[in-house]
C-alpha cells in the first residue's frame, strides 16, 4: 500500500506533467508541419500536407488547455469550499 505522502507527491507529478502535456503536443504539431512543410518543398506529392496536419489539430491544443483549467477550477473551489467550512468552526463542518 502507498504511504499518504507518497501519493501526494505521485499526484503531484501527475498534475505537473498534465500542466505540461498541452505545450508539449503543442510543439510536437508545429514541429510536424515545420517539417512536412520543408519536405513539400521538394515532393510536390506532399504539397501542403503541412497546413492540412497543423489545421486539423489545433483544436487539440485547445482541449488540452481547457481540461487543465477546468481541473484546476475544480480543484480551487474544492480548496475554498474546504477553508470557507473551517473558518465556520469545527461544529458545523464535521
Known amino acids: 500500500m502507498i504511504s499518504?505522502?507518497?501519493q501526494v507527491q505521485v499526484n503531484e507529478m501527475m498534475s505537473e506533467k498534465a500542466n505540461w502535456t498541452s505545450v508539449a503536443f503543442?510543439?510536437?504539431?508545429c514541429a510536424l508541419a515545420l517539417v512536412l512543410s520543408i519536405a513539400g518543398l521538394f515532393n510536390e506529392a506532399l504539397g501542403r500536407s503541412g497546413q492540412v496536419v497543423f489545421l486539423a489539430f489545433l483544436p487539440m491544443c485547445?482541449?488540452?488547455v481547457a481540461l487543465v483549467t477546468a481541473n484546476m477550477r475544480r480543484?480551487?473551489?474544492a480548496?475554498?469550499?474546504?477553508v470557507e467550512?473551517?473558518?465556520r468552526g469545527p461544529a458545523s463542518g464535521e
Not at 79 to 82: A, G, N, S
Request: aromatic share 16%; with cysteine.
Open 75 to 77: 480543484q480551487i473551489l
Open 85 to 87: 467550512q473551517l473558518q
Open 4 to 6: 499518504t505522502n507518497s
Open 62 to 64: 485547445f482541449v488540452y
Open 79 to 82: 480548496l475554498t469550499e474546504r
Open 26 to 29: 503543442c510543439a510536437f504539431l
